[in-house]
């Protein structure tokens, strides 16, 4: 369990962060907090030179308004969005999915932002990012762009976020009404082994596939999806608790109206 020999870098901005990624190019990994890089690289499954320490940057760390949306850096903790008293009351739906994650050093540490780009299949953030139809910042060395999440998760553990960029932040609008969030958990770790989020009518759908995906309708919510099996549900278990899960959710959501 110790990982191969790297080196350590910790840049004070952005700016040098990007350049580092420029400098160190497939040698070069990003650590935020360290919640899945770390176990990753004790195993050997990760074997990065360079190990580039973003994780007190103290600018991506923030929640927002902004335009009637809530921003929020890549680097806010799973703890700052379980106990953001301005999410709770207008974007319920983001304290409620942090509230599940893991246990309290995992989402003391864990970060939205490294969630989101490792893209496990199993983690709970993309539902709700896809249930709220969020829009995704990265920066690279041409500057900012802006991808919406549908287009975010590519495949297993991949993103849109390129070699060479940084997640910065999550646009999400203002929603109260009509959210919730389901999950049947791994008990050990409690990852979602699926979990459904949803928001005014669109159903994000994690655990389930390789990727997250929206599900199209309530009553096809695996409907073209390669349903995954293993030694947690088989995937016969998995669609089924898709449905109820996207039931449930539906019916919390709507008494919240
Ligand atoms: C015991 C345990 C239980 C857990 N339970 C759950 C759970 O129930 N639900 C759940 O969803 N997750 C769970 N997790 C995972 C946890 O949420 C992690 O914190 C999260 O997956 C990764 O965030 P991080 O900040 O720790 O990222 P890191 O581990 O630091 O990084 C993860 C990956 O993302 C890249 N990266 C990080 N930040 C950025 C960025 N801003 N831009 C570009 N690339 C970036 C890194 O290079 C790395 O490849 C658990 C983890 C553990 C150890």
Redesign the pocket.
């Known amino acids: 369990m110790i990982p191969a020999p790297f080196d350590y870098a910790r840049p004070a901005t952005l700016d040098e962060a990007l350049g580092l990624l420029a400098k160190h190019g497939d040698d070069a990994?990003?650590?935020?907090?360290?919640?899945?890089?770390?176990?990753a690289m004790k195993l050997r499954l990760a074997q990065p030179k360079m190990v580039i320490d973003?994780g007190r940057l103290p600018d991506l760390r923030f929640i927002r308004r902004e335009d009637g949306r809530f921003a929020i850096g890549?680097l806010t903790t799973?703890y700052d969005l379980e106990s953001s008293a301005e999410l709770k009351e207008s974007c319920p739906l983001l304290p409620e999915v942090a509230a599940s994650?893991?246990d309290v050093q995992?989402r003391n540490?864990?970060?939205i932002?490294?969630?989101l780009?490792?893209a496990?299949p199993a983690?709970?953030?993309p539902a709700a990012i896809l249930a709220l139809d969020a829009e995704m910042e990265i920066a690279g060395p041409q500057g900012r762009r802006t991808v919406k999440a549908a287009d975010f998760f590519v495949d297993i553990l991949q993103t849109a976020?390129g070699p060479g960029e940084?997640?910065t932040a999550i646009r999400v609008p203002q929603t109260s009404a009509r959210v919730a969030y389901e999950k049947f958990?791994q008990k050990a770790?409690?990852?979602?082994i699926c979990g459904v989020a949803v928001a005014e009518g669109r159903i994000g759908i994690t655990g389930v596939a390789a990727k997250a995906y929206l599900a199209p309708s309530a009553d096809r919510v695996v409907e073209g999806v390669d349903v995954m099996g293993d030694i947690h549900a088989s995937a016969e278990f998995r669609a089924h608790l898709a449905g109820v899960l996207t039931r449930r959710a539906l019916e919390r959501a709507s008494k919240r109206a």
């Open positions: 990994k990003l650590l935020a907090g360290g919640h899945s890089l770390l176990p973003i890549a799973h994650i893991g995992v540490r864990g970060t932002g490294g969630s780009v490792h496990d983690a709970d953030w976020v940084i997640l958990a770790s409690g990852f979602a």
